[in-house]
């Protein structure tokens, strides 16, 4: 059962804990969780000194070691539950009880053609800065490397001011999102199908800024560095530091946002300024953004090597112990698509047809068809396929079904990107830490 946090209502119990975590006084409770004046997640951990008394209710007895809590972290007496509960901000999302906060977005709620922000969802690998500490006037990003030729530091209102805006739809992809089909299982955040949105980012072009300090010819790579810290505490080590090599780095999508969908990008997701390379893991788009070094050799931060959003070479049985010289780095995602409409589980009471809708995207190539079922793959529809308001976005597919007879029916969807491969039926190639999963998703539907 979801039980959603209403701040105006306290309610008893657990729930009321799970709105105490992110609240930091009553009269700002209604404020959304990414809304600068609420502190959701700080260093001392989720509890605020003003509610240590609502949260030692909710777990039923005084906290002891509060202060020594990480930040980001969801009690186990609530986490693990059978109550689920949302993050304010995020209604609907799944919060996985690992920390720090991580979160999915059913597939129902992905059917808008442009991702709302409260349904983006959110992977932090470590603890995102104090929401108070961020300042986005005084915030800098610094550009530096030993392949720039002019270092320097821009405040976001000297990016705005000196480079062009560009506004893309990007789809952002988390290179684990669909881990928790694999067999064995690989360890992480058991993403079923929500690590994934679409939303509009406006900002700067990274190429305009990186040329603006100079690319020395021997220039490899980017890295990015944000404002988080390893969940050690650990201040010499980064929550994540990854990169792109030069040419997805200069493409025309390539952006430094401080914007999705118009507004700020919520706290969880970034805020005040993010990298976002669509079609690529996730994990490249680093949050929090503080500084870019153009690299002269393939960047080196924490989780650019293997095991981390790398696969083997050559595929391997499942279970495989596979030497860190045995892999490559995940650059382009699969090709995969999702069944937003109708929910999974639905009953379609009406005789007519029923109207099938979703998404399917290919990470840097653009989707070629789109395919439904609804016998389990023996016979195949095309669906209607939009094209993307601009490269790396996701494109919406519509068809519509008919059941031969009452029953229990699944609805299949399987996308062929623009070099012909589909989606398989089945999870694909296991691999050591559960990445690049995109068998084709399907929902149930009872024909009445
Ligand atoms: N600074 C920073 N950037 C980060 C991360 C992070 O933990 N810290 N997580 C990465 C990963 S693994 C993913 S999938 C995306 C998720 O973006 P989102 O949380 O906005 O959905 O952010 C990436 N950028
Ligand atoms: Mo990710």
Known sequence: MTTPIDPTEPKAGKSRGIHELYAEDPGKADKQLWDREVDPVSRRGFLKKSSLLAMAAAVGGSIPFADKMPGGLIPAALAQSDESFTLEGKEGLRVFNDRPINAETPAHLLDDDVTPAKYMFVRNNGIPPEQQSIDADSWTLEIAGESCENPQSFSIADLKEKFEHHTYQLTVECGGNGRSEFVPSASGNQWTTGAVACPR????????????????????????????????????????????????????????????????????????????????????????????????????????????????????????????????????????????????????????????????????????????????????????????????????????????????????????????????????????????????????????
């Open 201 to 448: 980012y406006t900002g700067v072009r990274l190429r305009d800024v990186l040329e603006a300090c100079g690319i020395k010819d021997d220039a490899v790579y980017i890295g990015y560095y944000g404002a988080d810290s390893h969940p050690s505490g650990d201040p010499s080590r980064e929550a994540i530091s990854r990169g792109v090599p030069m040419d997805k780095a200069l493409e025309d999508q390539a952006l430094i946002a401080w914007s999705m969908n118009d507004e700020d990008i919520p706290y969880l997701n970034g805020y005040p300024l993010r990298l976002v390379f669509g079609g690529w893991p996730g994990s490249v788009s680093g949050k929090w953004l503080k500084r870019i070094v153009i690299r002269d050799q393939k960047h080196d931060g924490n989780k650019m090597a293997p095991p981390s959003y790398s696969v083997p070479k050559h595929p391997v049985a499942p279970g495989t112990e596979v030497p860190l010289d045995e892999f490559v780095t995940i650059h382009s995602m699969p090709i995969k698509s999702l069944i937003t409409f109708p929910k999974t589980g639905i009953t379609h009471a009406d005789p007519g047809p029923l109207e099938v809708r979703g998404h399917a995207w290919a990470g840097d190539l653009s989707v070629k068809e789109v395919l439904v079922s609804i016998d389990f793959g023996a016979t195949w529809q095309k669906a209607e396929l939009k094209d993307a308001p601009n490269p790396l976005a996701w494109q919406r597919f519509t068809t519509q079904v008919e059941f031969p007879e009452p029953g229990y029916y699944e609805i299949w969807a399987k996308a062929v990107d623009s070099e012909g491969r589909a989606q398989p039926m089945v999870v694909p190639g296991w691999n050591p830490k559960g990445y690049l999963n995109n068998a084709c998703h399907r929902i149930a539907v009872q024909a009445a």
